[in-house]
């Protein structure tokens, strides 16, 4: 079963490459922005670890993002060694047209699927990911739901 998850994966992220590439983001930079925006002031770490990118990956899509005006940074009030991002105007409006090129992606994928079955599917996905990944989910504890 892990094989077929990884082949569904793969093949998720090259449709997700090739469709971020209309708007000059990479699957990284996709999700460096959306974290911003859901959670402003988080850091580049705390993405890294949401997402399962490594830190190195993460810094260079952050630094991508700042330098096109997309995402700032600005010092912690309690930490020095911590840097928060912050979304721009232009970054949240990019945010949302790749959530709409995400969103139709998602649709054609699932379309096999009846109504019941992707939510079936995507209950299962989250108890999966937040046993794998806690750090994916920290808002939500899904282990537990059934």
Same mark, same amino acid.
């Given at each position: $079963?892990?094989?077929?998850?990884?082949?569904?994966?793969? &093949? $998720?992220?090259? #449709?997700?490459?090739?469709?971020?590439?209309?708007?000059?983001?990479?699957?990284?930079?996709?999700?460096?922005?959306?974290?911003?925006?859901?959670?402003?002031?988080?850091? &580049?770490?705390?993405?890294?670890? #949401? /997402?399962?990118? /490594?830190? =190195?990956? $993460?810094?260079?899509? !952050?630094?991508?993002?700042?330098? #096109?005006?997309?995402?700032?940074? #600005?010092?912690?009030?309690?930490?020095?060694?911590?840097? =928060?991002? /912050?979304?721009?105007?232009?970054?949240?409006?990019? &945010?949302?047209? *790749?959530?709409?090129?995400?969103?139709?992606?998602?649709?054609? *994928?699932? *379309? !096999?699927?009846?109504?019941?079955?992707?939510?079936?599917?995507?209950?299962?996905?989250?108890?999966?990911?937040?046993?794998?990944?806690?750090?994916?989910?920290?808002?939500?504890?899904?282990?537990?739901?059934?």
């Amino acid at each position: $079963m892990g094989y077929l998850a990884w082949q569904v994966v793969h &093949a $998720m992220g090259t #449709r997700l490459e090739r469709a971020l590439r209309s708007l000059n983001l990479t699957a990284a930079q996709h999700n460096a922005l959306q974290h911003v925006a859901w959670t402003p002031g988080i850091s &580049a770490a705390e993405i890294a670890r #949401r /997402t399962g990118i /490594t830190p =190195q990956s $993460m810094g260079a899509a !952050v630094n991508a993002l700042v330098d #096109r005006g997309l995402l700032a940074r #600005r010092d912690h009030p309690l930490s020095r060694r911590t840097v =928060q991002l /912050t979304i721009t105007d232009s970054g949240a409006k990019l &945010a949302e047209r *790749a959530r709409g090129v995400v969103e139709r992606l998602d649709e054609d *994928a699932l *379309a !096999v699927l009846a109504p019941a079955e992707r939510a079936v599917v995507h209950t299962l996905l989250l108890r999966m990911l937040a046993e794998l990944n806690p750090d994916a989910l920290p808002t939500t504890d899904l282990r537990g739901t059934s």
